[in-house]
């Protein structure tokens, strides 16, 4: 909504008020000021001329040597390109040193070695938009009254000496879509009085219902039409105040009674419709329910197809208007219609907005009475209008009005007591200062028996219920007075969970390693549905898939990961690290939904490392993918609770996949994509992981204790050892750690050797022993002792000492 400060004068006092200072008012208030517009800004020495003479330019056939006097008998030559400009015109000239709208500064100039000394202007020029200006002077300079003073102030006279505030309505605040609404609420805010119009006018002897009957069919959806007949009525331009006004609300001016219509509009929230009296031909209106494929051409020239439940306004034999949205081309108030039908009505708001989306037509009109007008203001506005024809139109005013009533225009009632409102707010607003609010915002109320019985004037639809009530007095009270207090009780300090804690020490981790973050569909395919599940159990099918690939809860994240990664190596990744965070979906609990389980999984392919200027590169193999979850068993404390075992897993390379034990318990599985597998996705090799991190996360660990560095020196000792080529490396490990004493603090592979020189079969695999004692050296017997339990543990699980 548009609300021009002059024009609000009109009805309130604001004068003394900057505009800044009013609009922090109505903000406070509960009604936001989006911008504050000040219309003139940056405007200078723009005056009134008047075009003494215009001759055709001698060297340009579109432009004119005008002669223009600017006040006080300063004659000034200006050139000018406007079609439309002509002697004997007041118009607007910008003088040298003027300045436009975008920081234009006017210079005396030649053009064509013509002398100009100013500029002649449009109203575009001058910050109107185009579709606001009247399609007269759309392609050419504003023409101005004859009245217009040469050398006055030309921004005053065309309305531009004004400030327009932008609100940003909600959409219960229908009583501020017009200017009287919006006088009521300022009227409140400052404590002021309401200026109502003063609608007085004379009648002809004549009957309206002697020209026009009226009927209406659908009385739910039309509870209440009113109509006023005028004669005589001159069609012309409407006064520049009139047109302004229009403007600085953002509706465009057309004539004098389609401006009267669309200022009531804005000035009483009413829509209001005007209809040429002669081309209704029946003389009659019937208000009904369309007919089936029933059509009509709007004012916009389209031809609509009706349904039956649209509510049209017709002359008894075809539609001349969509109630409530526009009216019909054949009904149109042209140039030559001299009597003028004006409908005033009430139009039920859901009936109007879904013939306005069915036809894909909004207006002003149609926005209105999907919010709801004011019951007691529809009579009105038709007598506001008929006022206006009058006086601007010279119009004879039928007397009476031709009127279907049975709209209940009852005020809504609401009891509400002191102690609600004040419990409601946490604070204490006497007796005394509710009432006055209530005064102010023109609200019938009555105090009895401890009670505010409050009639709600019928303007204010959005006041319902005693919660509407408390806000009212706050607001007008004052946001800012209500006291800061402490929330009372047992009161519990925010922050993350355990489980939330550990799962963001996981996502750091994994970011910190160098892999990105994806997030992908829950939904796969039912192929996919289960492949790589750590667990596979009943799939849950959706009732109605958007396709084939998207019809079944995934029971694993690597597949959508792999997809992801073909999708970057296809354009052009050197390499892709990518890791997800998200729920599988397994079986069903006791509600028949899936059991939702969190796991973490991850994709590496392509370099790892490329250090060029130092001629280093390595490609992600086993040992990266592998060395990312033991950093993150690491980062959770859990590393010497985890184990791998050697594990079979369809789409996964035989020889370099491993199942993850987490306490002997399978918590994941690592490995290298089947070179089937790369194929199908045109990947090299390619490396994935996935891990249960619900289990991993709820997994009791102790409590983290750090330790000083060692002060004393560590022994190490390497030993190489002959097992059979299938003998896991990670078994030797256990056996190692096992009978190592508490000196043994670390045991490492360091080697694996199966080439010519060892036994068919067989393989050599070599590891690293430290010793050591944080509270002294240790003996060379000491270190001896220990590694013989070692090399004896060995001996009897089968490894040979090389």
């Not at 938009?129 to 050419?140: C, D, F, I, M, N």
């Not at 009245?147 to 229908?174: K, M, Q």
């Not at 996981?506 to 492949?531: C, H, I, P, W």
Request: glycine share 8%; net charge negative; hydrophobic share 40%.
């Amino acid at each position: 909504m548009l609300v021009s400060l002059n024009w609000l004068k009109q009805y309130v006092d604001i004068d003394g008020l900057a505009p800044q200072e009013l609009a922090e008012k109505i903000t406070r208030s509960g009604i936001e000021v989006d911008a504050v517009i000040d219309r003139s800004e940056g405007m200078t020495n723009i005056v009134v001329g008047y075009v003494v003479s215009k001759e055709k330019h001698p060297d340009a056939d579109k432009l004119n040597v005008c002669q223009v006097e600017v006040g006080e008998g300063d004659v000034r030559q200006i050139i000018c390109g406007a079609p439309n400009v002509d002697a004997g015109q007041k118009v607007i000239v910008a003088l040298p040193g003027a300045r436009l709208p975008g920081g234009i500064k006017i210079k005396k100039a030649k053009m064509r070695g013509q002398e100009s000394n100013g500029m002649i202007c449009s109203l575009q020029e001058l910050g109107v938009e185009s579709r606001l200006v009247p399609k007269a002077y759309a392609e050419g300079i504003y023409v101005l009254p004859e009245d217009a003073v040469p050398g006055s102030d030309a921004l005053e006279l065309v309305g531009l000496r004004d400030t327009v505030l932008e609100l940003g309505l909600t959409p219960n605040r229908s009583d501020a879509l017009s200017m009287l609404g919006v006088a009521y609420e300022v009227a409140a805010i400052l404590s002021k009085e309401v200026n109502l119009p003063n609608i007085q006018y004379e009648t002809v002897s004549e009957k309206a219902e002697d020209y026009l009957k009226l009927r209406v069919d659908a009385l739910e959806e039309n509870p209440l039409y009113a109509a006023k007949v005028i004669k005589n009525v001159k069609i012309a331009e409407s006064p520049l105040w009139l047109q302004h006004y229009l403007m600085a609300a953002g509706v465009r001016p057309h004539n004098n009674v389609v401006d009267i219509t669309n200022y009531i509009l804005m000035e009483y929230g009413q829509p209001l419709h005007a209809f040429d009296y002669d081309s209704l031909e029946t003389k009659e209106i019937v208000v009904r329910l369309a007919k089936e494929g029933e059509k009509i051409i709007t004012l916009d020239d389209q031809e609509r197809t009706l349904n039956d439940h649209n509510l049209v306004i017709t002359n008894g034999l075809e539609p001349v208007a969509l109630a409530g949205v526009m009216g019909g081309a054949n009904s149109e108030v042209t140039e030559s219609t001299t009597t003028v039908v004006i409908e005033a009505a009430y139009f039920n708001g859901q009936s109007v907005r879904r013939t306005s989306k069915e036809i894909g037509l909004r207006s002003d009109s149609s926005a209105r009475f999907e919010k709801g007008v004011d019951p007691n203001r529809v009579i009105l506005a038709a007598e506001r209008a008929a006022q206006l024809l009058v006086e601007l139109a010279n119009g004879e005013v039928l007397e009476g009005t031709v009127l279907v009533d049975q709209l209940d225009k009852t005020p809504a009632r609401v009891v509400v007591s002191p102690d609600f409102i004040n419990t409601r707010l946490g604070m204490k607003i006497s007796l005394e200062d509710m009432l006055a609010i209530l005064e102010r915002l023109k609200f019938d109320v009555e105090a009895a028996n401890g009670l505010l019985i409050i009639d709600v004037p019928t303007r204010r639809q959005d006041i319902k219920i005693e919660e509407d009530i408390v806000e009212e007095i706050a607001r007008l009270y004052g946001y800012d007075e209500i006291p800061i207090t402490l929330p009372e009780g047992n009161t519990q300090i925010g922050g993350l969970t355990p489980y939330q804690l550990k799962r963001r020490i996981v996502r750091n981790f994994m970011e910190g390693a160098g892999l990105y973050q994806a997030v992908t569909y829950s939904l796969t395919s039912d192929e996919l549905a289960q492949k790589f599940a750590l667990k596979a159990e009943e799939t849950t099918k959706l009732l109605m898939p958007m396709s084939e690939e998207r019809a079944t809860l995934r029971q694993s994240l690597i597949p959508h990961l792999v997809e992801a990664a073909s999708y970057n190596v296809a354009r052009s990744a050197e390499l892709v690290s990518l890791y997800e965070i998200g729920s599988v979906f397994l079986g069903q609990t006791a509600e028949e939904l899936p059991y939702e389980e969190e796991h973490l999984a991850f994709v590496v392919t392509g370099k790892w490392v490329d250090n060029s200027w130092q001629g280093e590169k390595l490609n992600a193999d086993f040992f990266v993918a592998k060395g990312i979850v033991e950093g993150l068993f690491e980062k959770l404390g859990l590393t010497n609770r985890v184990s791998y075992e050697k594990a079979s897993v369809d789409g996964l390379h035989p020889g370099q996949t491993a199942a993850i034990l987490l306490d002997g318990e399978k918590v994941g599985l690592i490995g290298g994509l089947h070179p089937i597998e790369r194929k199908k996705y045109d990947l090299k090799e390619t490396f994935v992981a996935e891990l249960n991190l619900k289990a991993i996360i709820e997994t009791v660990t102790e409590e983290l204790v750090y330790s000083a560095v060692p002060r004393f020196p560590a022994v190490t000792r390497d030993i190489a050892l002959e097992l059979d080529r299938n003998k896991p490396a990670g078994e030797i490990e256990k056996v190692i750690r096992d009978a190592g004493t508490k000196l043994l603090k670390d045991v490492k592979v360091f080697d694996v050797y199966e080439g010519d020189k060892m036994e068919a079969g067989k393989k050599s695999v070599a590891f690293s022993l430290t010793y050591f004692d944080p509270e002294r050296t240790l003996t060379d017997d000491e270190v001896v002792n220990a590694h013989n339990k070692v090399l004896k543990a060995l001996s009897e699980a089968g490894a040979e000492v090389r």
